[in-house]
């Protein structure tokens, strides 16, 4: 018997986390696109060491440059991003399209720098092998990759912001107290005395 009380407020402390988690996304849905934003920065930023090895194994024509603006602009698109959306006002559209701007931007150096990934390991003469020595070069491209779909599910949650976010609202996060089904009208007319 004493076991299942610990239980029960354990289950009500995890729904009550959830509530207030849906409660502060009713009040700022764009935390959605925020939260794909800062895992494409991890991702990019946590395994720069294997970019940077693949950039001076290859030596591509501008990858130095690739990576180097996928990197600014992944840093700055936050600056931006927090910008857009100023605390209880509407957003910013000029800041909006800057985003954008930079989302696209980033997805095209990465592609840049996949396409010079490619012709370096497919060429005919002289090609790149990918062998255990330089397993890094798989990883990088890997890596770029999952930066340029995290990168574009952000672009697409902006872009689909003001249908889910009227979603969002419509949830009930009311608590429900016992007792209150009960509790009758109050009059707080004055009483003529």
């Given at each position: 018997?004493?076991?299942?009380?610990?239980?029960?407020?354990?289950?009500?402390?995890?729904?009550?986390?959830?509530?207030?988690?849906?409660?502060?996304?009713?009040?700022?849905?764009?935390?959605?696109?925020?939260v794909?934003?800062?895992?494409?920065?991890?991702?990019?930023?946590?395994n720069?060491?294997?970019?940077?090895n693949?950039?001076?194994?290859?030596?591509?024509?501008?990858?130095?440059?690739?990576?180097?603006?996928?990197?600014?602009?992944s840093?700055?698109?936050?600056?931006?991003?927090?910008?857009?959306?100023?605390?209880?006002?509407?957003?910013?559209?000029?800041?909006?399209?800057?985003?954008?701007?930079?989302?696209?931007?980033?997805?095209?150096?990465?592609?840049?720098?996949?396409?010079?990934?490619?012709?370096?390991?497919?060429?005919?003469?002289?090609?790149?092998?990918?062998?255990?020595?330089?397993?890094?070069?798989?990883?990088?491209?890997?890596?770029?990759?999952?930066?340029?779909?995290?990168?574009?599910?952000?672009?697409?949650?902006?872009?689909?912001?003001?249908?889910?976010?009227?979603?969002?609202?419509?949830?009930?996060?009311?608590?429900?107290v016992?007792?209150?089904?009960n509790?009758?009208?109050?009059?707080?007319?004055?009483?003529?005395?």
């Open positions: 018997m004493a076991d299942q009380k610990p239980a029960k407020k354990q289950g009500r402390g995890i729904r009550e986390f959830f509530r207030k988690t849906m409660v502060s996304l009713k009040r700022s849905p764009q935390r959605i696109p925020l794909f934003l800062a895992l494409a920065f991890l991702i990019y930023s946590l720069l060491s294997s970019i940077a693949t950039t001076a194994r290859i030596n591509g024509a501008n990858m130095g440059q690739c990576e180097f603006v996928a990197m600014l602009f840093i700055l698109a936050f600056v931006v991003f927090l910008r857009t959306f100023p605390r209880r006002k509407s957003a910013n559209k000029i800041m909006l399209g800057l985003l954008f701007f930079m989302l696209a931007l980033l997805v095209f150096v990465d592609a840049v720098y996949i396409t010079r990934i490619v012709s370096a390991v497919t060429r005919t003469e002289n090609p790149i092998v990918i062998d255990e020595a330089s397993k890094f070069i798989s990883t990088a491209q890997t890596i770029v990759w999952l930066h340029i779909v995290f990168v574009g599910i952000t672009a697409l949650l902006l872009a689909l912001l003001p249908l889910y976010s009227k979603a969002i609202r419509k949830i009930n996060t009311s608590i429900e016992e007792g209150n089904e509790i009758d009208a109050i009059d707080i007319s004055e009483d003529d005395e």
